[in-house]
């Protein structure tokens, strides 16, 4: 599974642009051309849900708990 985002803001945080998910201008022509692309080139969708696997392993449960645990520690540091 892949995302596409239509937006003007550039944040590839949680989708990594051209990385199994697409950031896209709010334009129809450039948002229909991506969908279009992965509706007919099965090779580069199937590339695509491979790197979007990939790049959803950072969002585990475990990591994502591990990682606010650090800025909660680095917090309580920074105060005291």
């Known amino acids: 599974m892949f995302s596409i985002l239509s937006t ?5 945080v949680l989708i990594r642009n051209g990385y199994g998910g697409f950031l896209t201008q709010p334009d129809i022509k450039e948002f229909t051309s991506t969908v279009k692309r992965l509706l007919l080139d ?3 969708r199937r590339e ?8 959803s392993q950072q969002f585990s449960i475990g ?5 606010l645990l650090d800025i ?8 005291n």
């Open 42 to 44: 099965v090779e580069f």
């Open 48 to 55: 695509q849900s491979i790197k979007a696997v990939e790049h």
């Open 72 to 79: 909660y520690e680095d917090a309580l540091r920074a105060k």
């Open 8 to 12: 003007s803001i550039n944040d590839d």
């Open 63 to 67: 990591d994502v708990t591990n990682r």
